[in-house]
């Protein structure tokens, strides 16, 4: 079930949206947490056309920096 959520937010054409909205950008840090694998490197490609407007959003930074944290790991960066 969780999958299914993620990827109904991967094609949701309201990504940016929700990813600056005070409480949507809440809903893409916690999917951001609990994807793996291939899903979590395909969320973070739908987020990656929309970093350079998300970055002067204070809602919008909260999501990078979640994406920028998981992905430090895996060498998988947004920026």
Request: charged share 25%; with cysteine; proline share 4%.
């Amino acid at each position: 079930m969780r999958d299914k959520i993620i990827k109904e937010l991967i094609n949701d054409p309201k990504l940016q949206h929700i990813m600056v909205d005070q409480y949507g950008n809440f809903v893409i840090q916690t999917a951001l947490e609990h994807c793996k694998g291939p899903l979590h490197t395909t969320f973070v490609e739908a987020i990656r056309p929309h970093a350079a407007a998300m970055q002067s959003h204070m809602y919008g930074k909260r999501v990078l920096s979640k994406t920028y944290l998981k992905n430090k790991q895996h060498r998988v960066g947004v920026l």
